[in-house]
């Protein structure tokens, strides 16, 4: 509906308004979806790339609500034109390429990992929705024309699209952080583990060499044992002699 004055118009509900906005999205991935190898190449190895391609619909350019028969369809198309043995030219960029795409297409064939991935982007859109109604309430306070730049599709498009680039990243940094904690955590049980079979195997070594050398150890008691009885019977005899007798004076 035409605002007077010139003004744009407003699409009368958030419904129509998500509905344009995937109408749009879909014409432009009709458009996209027709890019020549290298196009796509460069697409799935611009800068940043790692992060746009956390999202696999982003990468595969297809609808969230798309069929399973669909996304097989739209793999086999986009892994051949990306594929390095069409692309001998740039084979090593064509294969990092055919990976983002073969993992994006794994990624979906889980429908525990698509139900997550499209989760995310219906909290993208949930999150724009809810910070359009915010900004037109203050406007609304404040007496102005309750109008935002997302009202227009492209923006709104925009919009989700940065939001939903956003939360992917912020749950892959979660992600790699839980990684590192982890794989700090088995590093040291690995460690701790080292060092109890270390210790196990020192004490099992005294432990032989204390068992090795018992007989050794043994004798040299007894011998230290027969010297010691030796010494004091010798002592003892020495007390043992008889004192001098002297002499009677004669009178």
Do not use: C
């Amino acid at each position: 509906m035409a605002a007077a004055g010139g003004e744009r118009s407003v699409p009368s509900s958030s419904d129509e308004l998500f509905q344009s906005f995937y109408t749009e999205v879909k014409q432009i991935e009709k458009r996209d979806s027709v890019l020549t190898s290298k196009q796509q190449i460069d697409r799935l190895l611009r800068p940043g790339a790692s992060y746009f391609n956390l999202n696999p619909f982003e990468v595969l350019q297809i609808d969230p609500e798309a069929t399973d028969e669909e996304l097989k369809k739209r793999f086999r198309a986009l892994s051949i034109l990306v594929h390095p043995d069409k692309n001998q030219d740039d084979p090593e960029r064509a294969q990092l390429a055919f990976e983002a795409v073969d993992k994006a297409y794994k990624l979906l064939l889980d429908a525990e990992q698509k139900k997550r991935a499209v989760d995310v982007i219906n909290a993208g859109k949930e999150y724009v929705e809810h910070m359009m109604k915010e900004k037109k309430k203050q406007l609304k306070k404040e007496g102005k024309t309750v109008y935002v730049e997302e009202d227009d599709p492209e923006m709104f498009r925009q919009a989700v699209y940065k939001q939903t680039m956003k939360l992917f990243a912020e749950l892959e940094i979660k992600r790699k952080e839980r990684e590192a904690k982890d794989m700090h955590e088995r590093k040291r049980a690995r460690e701790e583990e080292i060092e109890t079979a270390e210790k196990a195997k020192r004490d099992r070594e005294w432990q032989k060499n204390f068992e090795e050398t018992r007989d050794g150890r043994v004798d040299s008691w007894r011998t230290f044992q027969a010297k010691g009885k030796t010494k004091k019977e010798k002592k003892n005899r020495s007390f043992l002699k008889p004192p001098k007798v002297k002499m009677e004076q004669r009178e």
